[in-house]
């Protein structure tokens, strides 16, 4: 089931940011498709974004890295590849939430049991996975360090993980390379 969740978001940061953006056609050509532009507000917010990078705040003020972005071997067995396309945050109950930088929600969805909010910043989306009491809905425009929610209790565990991922278009990118060296 852990397998299908990836996949899921995927498709959703794949519809998000096209259903969010201005769609455009050129006129047809052999090599003509349809593009995605963003509105004026939306280059700025992703300029911005784009400037800030290797410095955008932690998704919790608090916590411990417990598994990081890429391809790895699972941690209980060893002959299994994960690939793991954002960073799971371990922290303490109650920790919360917060965006990353300003930016529009455009998803708070449900998948296999797990909350997920999805924010647009640009052509960037930000995705907080396993939270509970969300503070935010479809439309809402939010702020940098805003609190958003807050980080829900594992299923099968005592431990507390925010599962976060930071996409690019529709391309997953290595959230390390844009958040800050330490948690703040």
Not at 38 to 52: C, H, P, R, S
Not at 81 to 90: A, F, L, P, Q, Y
Not at 149 to 159: G, P
Request: contains cysteine.
């Amino acid at each position: 089931m852990k397998k299908i969740i990836p996949i899921i978001i995927a498709c959703l940061v794949c519809f998000a940011s096209c259903s969010t953006a201005k769609k455009t056609t050129s006129p047809p050509t052999d090599k003509s498709t349809p593009s995605v532009i963003l509105t004026l507000e939306e280059m700025n917010i992703d300029k911005a974004f784009k400037k800030k990078q290797g410095k955008l705040p932690w998704p919790v003020s608090q916590g411990v890295k417990v598994f990081d972005y890429g391809t790895h071997p699972h941690p209980n067995v060893p002959s299994v590849t994960v690939n793991n396309h954002g960073i799971d945050i371990e922290t303490a109950a109650g920790t919360p939430v917060r965006a990353i930088f300003q930016g529009e929600v455009t998803s708070v969805i449900e998948i296999l049991g797990k909350k997920v909010i999805m924010i647009r910043h640009g052509s960037f989306i930000s995705v907080y996975q396993n939270v509970t009491d969300l503070l935010v809905k479809k439309g809402d425009k939010v702020k940098a360090k805003q609190t958003i929610a807050t980080v829900s209790k594992e299923d099968d565990s005592e431990q507390y993980i925010l599962h976060f991922e930071l996409w690019e278009n529709t391309s997953h990118v290595n959230p390390n390379h844009w958040l800050s060296k330490r948690i703040h």
